[in-house]
């Protein structure tokens, strides 16, 4: 499992949540470009405009861009299934008489 799958539960939350938000981010020192040009669908923060725009002309953001609107990657019941809490297989039920 790759960091960036470690992560798409939150950009997909993120993606849902801001739909139509238009609030400017904060300004933060510690990142690059002040936190100031971000890729929300790739979580990645750039030092200038020109490089977050040449960015999303990029395959990588176009296939994270895609991957992004189909359904939510993960749900608690996927991790269920795949650790086998799942549901119980009783088997067929018998006729009772």
């Not at 799958?5 to 939150?10: E, F, K, S, T």
């Not at 933060?28 to 960015?55: K, S, T």
């Not at 895609?66 to 088997?91: C, E, I, R, S, W």
């Amino acid at each position: 499992m790759t960091a960036d799958c470690l992560r798409d539960d939150a950009v997909y939350d993120e993606l849902q949540k801001t739909e139509g938000d238009g609030k400017p981010l904060p300004v933060d020192e510690d990142l690059p470009g002040m936190g100031q040009y971000y890729c929300l669908h790739c979580d990645r923060y750039f030092a200038n405009a020109v490089v977050r725009d040449e960015h999303f002309k990029t395959k990588r953001h176009r296939k994270r861009l895609k991957q992004m609107m189909g359904p939510a990657p993960h749900t608690q019941l996927d991790a269920d299934l795949a650790a086998g809490m799942g549901m119980p297989d009783n088997g067929p039920k018998l006729m009772s008489m």
